[in-house]
T-cell receptor
Framework: DSGVTQTPKHLITATGQRVTLRCSPR?????VYWYQQSLDQGLQFLIQ???????AKGNILERFSAQQFPDLHSELNLSSLELGDSALYFC????????????FGPGTRLTVL | GEDVEQSLFLSVREGDSSVINCTYT??????LYWYKQEPGAGLQLLTY?????DMKQDQRLTVLLNKKDKHLSLRIADTQTGDSAIYFC???????????FGKGTTLSVSS
């Protein structure tokens, strides 16, 4: 158990819908990262927040957004969902901004029908 | 840009050593990682090495780094059936924060 929690574990929704994925980092970690794992693209970095502020952006679609709240938990919002958004979404956390160790949560499996 | 390549499959017998290979392209100072993913689970950080090191050992795991060839390997001694999983190599530039992952190597251990 990495200490990073993600909810829900599974999510099934329809195209065009909007969902919110939630992540709680390990106690004391200020950085939260979101990654997407899909069969065709593999594991890709989406976005990073550090102490409430966006610090790095990867291959994140404009339909996706994220935020980190004062209690340091983070939410990833996915809107206008398409079939191709079906994937495993992982959250990771680290102590520092450029943490040597990123600890991953168990992931949220999103299925878009 | 950064790219990480791994072979896709490796099959070994229980008790043998496994060697999983990875090549990376980032030419700046970098951290290199090995993660393990078991079916239905998240990624577990196994070990990492900074690019100024040649080797790191942690119990049954040995990481070897060839900086000239930008080649990284993970050796698992006395491989067990519980080691069956997907192993991901990843790099992170000291100038960045995101991990760049390879496609993963599926390790299958037979008894």
């Amino acid at each position: 158990d990495s200490g990073v929690t993600q909810t829900p574990k599974h999510l099934i929704t329809a195209t065009g819908q909007r969902v919110t994925l939630r992540c709680s980092p390990r106690s004391g970690d200020l950085s939260v990262y979101w990654y997407q794992q899909s069969l065709d693209q593999g594991l890709q970095f989406l976005i990073q927040y550090y102490n409430g502020e966006e610090r790095a952006k990867g291959n994140i679609l404009e339909r996706f957004s994220a935020q980190q709240f004062p209690d340091l938990h983070s939410e990833l919002n996915l809107s206008s969902l398409e079939l191709g958004d079906s994937a495993l979404y992982f959250c990771a956390s680290s102590v520092e901004l450029a943490g040597n160790e990123q600890f991953f949560g168990p992931g949220t499996r999103l299925t878009v029908l | 840009g950064e790219d990480v390549e791994q072979s896709l499959f490796l099959s070994v017998r229980e008790g043998d050593s496994s060697v999983i290979n990875c090549t990376y392209t980032d030419s700046s100072s970098t951290y290199l990682y090995w993660y393990k993913q078991e079916p239905g689970a998240g990624l577990q950080l196994l070990t990492y090495i900074f690019s100024n090191m040649d080797m790191k050992q942690d119990q049954r795991l040995t990481v070897l780094l060839n900086k000239k060839d930008k080649h990284l390997s993970l050796r698992i001694a006395d491989t067990q059936t519980g080691d069956s999983a997907i192993y991901f190599c990843a790099e992170r530039s000291v100038l960045g924060t995101a991990l760049i992952f390879g496609k993963g190597t599926t390790l299958s251990v037979s008894s």
